[in-house]
């Protein structure tokens, strides 16, 4: 059987893409705002749908992070107007 | 030299590709002639788009609103047009019985036209006229029929 001989460089490209496509894959798409309806359920949520729950997580998230906010997902101010 | 010049440009330009923004439309941008058709803005009006949905809370704060500036302000200049964007055409519908719209409303199931507007925050409110868009809101605004005046008065818009 005959073997195909690449150039190093064409090698080089050709394995630059393929490493390129495959890393590609582990990119992050970010969520586009229209499409944060599954994001938007309250399951989603810090706690769930049990608003106790709710309290108690977004509680211990505040102390341990020191910041607070950021469990919705409409509103917001993106400062743009 | 022709190998080598492939060879140095091949990685920086699937890089640089592979990280390009997309970008929403811009006030000057013309709409696309499809999604214009969609719309269905007469020529000479200036077009109110409302991109709303369901699950977005500040949208369903400016309907009422919205509703009170078709209601009482918008003149055979002005056509106001609802865009609501859930995937579930039985949701949107719910919504917007729950909310009592007034506005013609355009169901965008398959998300194209917002993809077409791909604006940076929910609700987006664009003002297009003759397919072009002429200025735009992003985000929760306090009083949107108040600042629909302003800006219509701004774009020139005689109201009543």
Not at chain 1, 16 to 22: D, E, F, G, V
Not at chain 1, 62 to 80: D, L, P
Not at chain 2, 20 to 43: H, M, R, W, Y
Not at chain 2, 129 to 158: F, M, Q, T
Request: glycine fraction near 8%; proline fraction near 5%.
């Amino acid at each position: 059987m005959k073997s195909i001989k690449l150039k190093k460089h064409t090698r080089c490209c050709c394995l630059s893409i393929l490493a390129i496509s495959i890393l590609s894959g582990c990119t992050i798409v970010p969520v586009k705002p229209w499409e944060k309806a599954t994001l938007a359920q309250d399951i989603v949520k810090f706690g769930g749908p049990n608003p106790m729950m709710k309290k108690f997580e977004e509680h211990i998230f505040t102390s341990k992070e020191g910041s607070k906010g950021g469990g919705g997902v409409s509103g917001g101010g993106c400062g743009c107007n | 030299m022709l190998n080598a010049f492939i060879k140095n440009i091949t990685l920086p330009l699937v890089l640089l590709l592979s990280s390009l923004p997309t970008f929403s439309l811009e006030v000057g941008d013309t709409i696309d002639p499809e999604i214009a058709k969609q719309l269905n803005i007469p020529a000479g009006k200036v077009g109110i788009i409302d991109f709303f949905a369901s699950w977005c809370l500040s949208c369903a704060k400016e309907i009422p609103e919205l509703n009170d500036f078709d209601a009482n302000e918008s003149t055979n200049q002005t056509k106001v047009l609802g865009i609501d964007v859930d995937e579930e055409l039985e949701e949107g519908l719910v919504f917007q019985r729950k909310f009592n719209v007034k506005f013609a409303v355009h169901n965008d199931t398959t998300q194209k036209i917002i993809q077409h507007f791909d604006p940076i925050g929910m609700p987006a409110l664009f003002y297009i006229k003759d397919n072009k868009v002429i200025g735009k809101r992003i985000g929760a605004v306090d009083n949107i029929d108040e600042k629909i005046k302003l800006d219509l008065a701004k774009l020139g818009v005689n109201l009543l």
